[in-house]
T-cell receptor, first 116, second 114 residues
């Protein structure tokens, strides 16, 4: 079974700083997808970024980028120029690729606080 | 395009009762998945429906069930509620043309069992 581990339960940085959230996963699959979701205090789960395992290029979305190391099974999220609105729980998630596979396996989350 | 909607947003029930939660996916999305979120267990997959068929089910007792309608709207039902069923229940939809696709979440239904 796939597992996802986020080793940092909590992190705190100052506004405008850069922060990196760690995620490792365990799978025997070769084709899969990785996601980062954020969950602010409103509890709405919001997609931050997605990475396909077959793509070597790291995904980026504005201030958010990932460092995907397939051999090491590592998938970290970097937030540049952090903003107060980035304060949230961040979840790393795994989904294997085959027809009909829509099950996300989540890590335990990292609570990120951006301080003014 | 409107996002995933879930109703009701909050529910309070007592042990032994049953509850039905509703989820309306993003227009055009045919897959609906349900997750339970608790402080102790984190986010756990309940089940997934596509074209009115359950394709995938998590490790939950039979008290948890669901269905999907022809318009892709989905409901989940929990019978004989237990205190441990108190949780945030999240619904997610994806377009899925037959392959794995990104899931977009609704705001959740917070269920409290007294």
């Amino acid at each position: 079974a796939q597992t996802v581990t986020q080793s940092q339960p909590e992190m705190s940085v100052q506004e405008a700083e850069t922060v990196t959230l760690s995620c490792t996963y365990d799978t025997s699959e070769n084709n899969y997808y990785l996601f980062w979701y954020k969950q602010p205090p409103s509890r709405q789960m919001i997609l931050v970024i997605r990475q396909e395992a077959y793509k070597q290029q790291n995904a980026t979305e504005n201030r958010f980028s990932v460092n995907f190391q397939k051999a090491a099974k590592s998938f970290s999220l970097k937030i540049s120029d952090s903003q107060l609105g980035d304060t949230a729980m961040y979840f790393c998630a795994f989904m294997k690729e085959y027809q009909g596979a829509q099950k996300l396996v989540f890590g335990q989350g990292t609570r990120l606080t951006i301080n003014p | 395009k409107a996002g995933v909607t879930q109703t009701p947003r909050y529910l309070i029930k007592t042990r032994g009762q049953q509850v039905t939660l509703s989820c309306s996916p993003i227009s055009g999305h045919r897959s609906v998945s349900w997750y339970q979120q608790t402080p102790g267990q984190g986010l756990q997959f309940l089940f997934e429906y596509f074209s009115e068929t359950q394709r995938n089910k998590g490790n939950f007792p039979g008290r948890f069930s669901g269905r999907q309608f022809s318009n892709s709207r989905s409901e989940m039902n929990v019978s004989t509620l237990e205190l441990g069923d108190s949780a945030l229940y999240l619904c997610a939809s994806s377009f899925t043309r037959g392959y794995t696709d990104t899931q977009y979440f609704g705001p959740g239904t917070r269920l409290t069992v007294l």
